[in-house]
């Protein structure tokens, strides 16, 4: 069964940067079928997506976050990671990776638990 | 960016009754639409896919319909266990984009 898990620090502070990893475990993140995704939401308030990448390294991203964002991937360890900075206070939120079907369903079909990050000094 | 707009934003209805949800697009996605339940504290759960495909797992009584830019999340017979609140998302292009949501409420 497919399990994704994020990871990392529940606080930062405003001007730093924001680190995430979410390690995907059943499954390859090597595998030519899925883009993999993240995507937050805001306490109280809808879902917005961040970005998504693919195994090799195509990466594509949200222009609403100004070229604030950063994906990368690391198959040795079967992780993809999300920077974000630099953060303010608007970059508070649950942030979930996911991973996207591209040849069955097209949509996000697992989701991590998502972590809290909380944005302030 | 494409625009996605859901109504109502809360509704109120009681088990039993059949309820739809509206999801409107800014410009055409052909039937790149997806509908997701989330429930507090948990990640959203894929319902609908390809506008009007059940995954895998996901009760009869969820259906989607619609292509272009109007699309629905009908629940035929609600049950308890679907008051939750409920997003569409468009993967038709980047960046993708999510409805504001439409909560559930029971009546």
């Known amino acids: 069964q497919l399990q994704l898990q994020e990871s990392g620090p529940g606080l930062v502070k405003p001007l730093e940067t924001l680190s995430l990893t979410c390690t995907v475990s059943?499954?390859?993140?090597?595998?030519?079928?899925?883009?993999w995704g993240w995507i937050r939401q805001p306490p109280g308030k809808g879902l917005e997506w961040i970005g998504s990448?693919?195994?090799?390294?195509?990466?594509y991203y949200n222009p609403s976050l100004k070229s604030r964002a950063t994906i990368s991937v690391d198959t040795s360890k079967n992780q993809f990671s999300l920077k974000l900075s630099p953060v303010t206070a608007a970059d508070t939120a649950v942030y979930y990776c996911?991973?996207?079907?591209?040849?069955?369903?097209?949509?996000?079909?697992?989701w991590g638990q998502g972590t809290l990050v909380t944005v302030s000094s | 960016d494409i625009q996605m707009t859901q109504s109502p934003s809360t509704l109120s209805a009681s088990i039993g009754d059949r309820v739809t949800i509206t999801c409107r697009a800014s410009?055409?996605?052909?039937?790149?639409l997806a509908w997701y339940q989330q429930k507090p504290g948990k990640a959203p759960k894929l319902l609908i896919y390809?506008?009007?495909s059940l995954e895998s797992g996901v009760p009869l009584r969820f259906s989607g319909s619609g292509s272009g830019t109007e699309f629905t999340l009908t629940i035929s017979s609600l049950q308890p266990d679907d008051f939750a609140t409920y997003y569409c998302?468009?993967?038709?292009?980047?960046?993708?984009?999510f409805g504001q949501g439409t909560k559930l409420e029971i009546k």
């Open positions: 410009q055409s996605i052909s039937s790149w």
């Open positions: 059943g499954g390859s993140i090597s595998s030519s079928s899925y883009y």
């Open positions: 998302q468009q993967y038709n292009s980047y960046p993708y984009t």
């Open positions: 990448m693919y195994y090799s390294g195509s990466t």
């Open positions: 996911a991973r996207q079907d591209i040849h069955g369903s097209g949509s996000y079909s697992y």
């Open positions: 390809k506008a009007s």
